[in-house]
């Protein structure tokens, strides 16, 4: 006969051995939970702000039937779009006061840490006719209209650039 050579494996031996399998399981396990919820926050949709909610939100029901009070059906009053996240508006403007017309005035359109919003918004500007300036000050950038005039010649461009969709507001030039 012949003789075989025997293999003797100590418990401990079969001790490490089974504890460095669970260890890996559960090492592949937790690596698995973790990529499985990375790849789902990837497919899910980005969740809307309140501002973008506001905006899908349908007309008041008055604006909806002011279409209908026209003539006919070939003559219908067009009605403005409202824009939900904007404040309410005061029809009575406050008068300036005589010591705030002095001086020299411009409009500031917006201020942001985003350049690439502050270029938008000039842009915007661009287009409506108006020249802006663009500066830094602590972590903004700030989009003005460039050339500054007396608080009467603001209002007026202040109230074309609301007609064109943005909300500017008179800065004091120093």
Not at 31 to 51: C, F, H, I, N, T
Not at 68 to 78: H, I, R
Not at 155 to 161: F, S
Request: glycine residues 8%; positive net charge; charged residues 30%.
């Amino acid at each position: 006969m012949t003789t075989r050579d025997q293999i003797s494996i100590g418990s401990q031996s079969i001790l490490w051995v089974a504890g460095v399998g669970v260890g890996l399981l559960t090492l592949a396990f937790v690596l698995g939970v973790q990529v499985g919820k990375q790849s789902a926050a990837l497919r899910r949709p980005l969740q809307k702000g309140v501002e973008e909610e506001l905006k899908d939100l349908p007309e008041p029901l008055v604006d909806q039937l002011k279409i209908f009070e026209g003539d006919g059906p070939d003559k219908l009053v067009p009605t403005p779009k409202v824009d939900a996240t904007a404040p309410p508006r005061d029809e009575a403007k406050p008068e300036p006061k005589p010591a705030e017309t002095g001086g020299a005035w411009t409009l500031q359109l917006v201020a942001t840490a985003d350049p690439a919003e502050a270029k938008r918004v000039a842009d915007k500007a661009k287009a409506a006719g108006f020249a802006t300036t663009t500066l830094k000050d602590k972590g903004q950038v700030k989009v003005r209209l460039a050339k500054p005039a007396d608080r009467a010649a603001m209002d007026k461009a202040a109230a074309k650039l609301t007609k064109a969709g943005m909300k500017p507001f008179a800065v004091k030039v120093e």
